[in-house]
């Protein structure tokens, strides 16, 4: 998707942060549309359906985390990009972030430049997708994987995994750049099955890593994992 085609929604109540970052974007080639407090940004993206959608938390109707799960529940924004751009930079801020439903989480202050690229980041994602080979031969950027053979094929070169690394893996790649709360992993790969503690799963990302690269996946403290292409 062209830069052209992307329209992003600016959502704060300083009108500063609006002025600064909706300039920069622009000037990026971005559409960017802005609303002042979570009842106009609600109300803004259901009307234009951004791409993406930035979020500050602490602002008057309605603060941002309230404004990120309202959103998640409309379904013509149910592929929307959230981050959240903010001075709070606290650990359990971060985590109500991500708890509803926020893809990203960016601190302030922050550098124009460094936020412009941050943003074309995120944004890349949506042109990140599984390619469904066949029912069941997913590939994602250089990484192959079979599940009817349970391999997995990176650069060509076959990679053997257990079972449970391997439906780890197969989680990760179904969303590219997704955020995978640890609460999510155990019930999607684990189940009922009985899991000695949360180190299980920090176990077998690290054996991951070991065995595919570990520039693939990132830790997001406290929240759960996520695969980089």
């Known amino acids: 998707m062209k830069k ?3 329209t992003i929604l600016l959502v704060d109540d300083e009108q500063d942060i609006i002025e600064i970052v909706g ?3 622009k000037k990026e080639g971005y559409n960017i549309v802005t609303a002042n407090n979570g009842i106009e940004g609600l109300e803004k993206a259901k009307k234009h359906l951004p791409q993406l959608i ?6 008057p109707e ?8 309202n959103i998640r529940t409309i379904p013509q924004l149910e592929n929307v990009l ?3 751009l903010t001075a709070r930079g606290e650990d359990y801020s971060q985590l109500a972030g991500y708890d509803a ?3 990203d989480y960016i601190t302030k202050p922050i550098k124009p430049r460094v936020l412009v690229s941050k943003i074309n980041a995120l944004l890349r994602r949506l042109s990140v997708k599984p390619n469904l080979v066949s029912e069941n031969v997913v590939e994602v950027g ?3 994987i079979d599940r009817d053979e349970y391999k997995v094929y990176r650069d060509g070169e076959v990679v053997l995994l257990p079972k449970k690394e391997f439906e780890l893996l197969s989680l990760l790649s179904s969303r590219p750049g997704k955020v995978f709360k640890r609460e999510e992993i155990l ?4 189940g009922h099955e009985v899991v000695v503690g949360g180190r299980t799963i920090d176990v077998h990302i690290r054996k991951l890593r070991e065995k595919i690269g570990d520039q693939y996946f990132k830790t997001v403290k406290g929240v759960g994992y996520k695969l980089e292409i």
């Open 62 to 69: 309605m603060d941002g985390i309230e404004v990120c799960e």
């Open 142 to 144: 250089n990484i192959k």
């Open 23 to 25: 300039y920069n974007l």
């Open 82 to 84: 959230i981050t959240f």
């Open 4 to 6: 052209k085609d992307i």
């Open 187 to 190: 019930d999607k790969v684990w």
């Open 54 to 59: 930035i979020l500050d938390v602490m602002m």
């Open 101 to 103: 439903g926020a893809d």
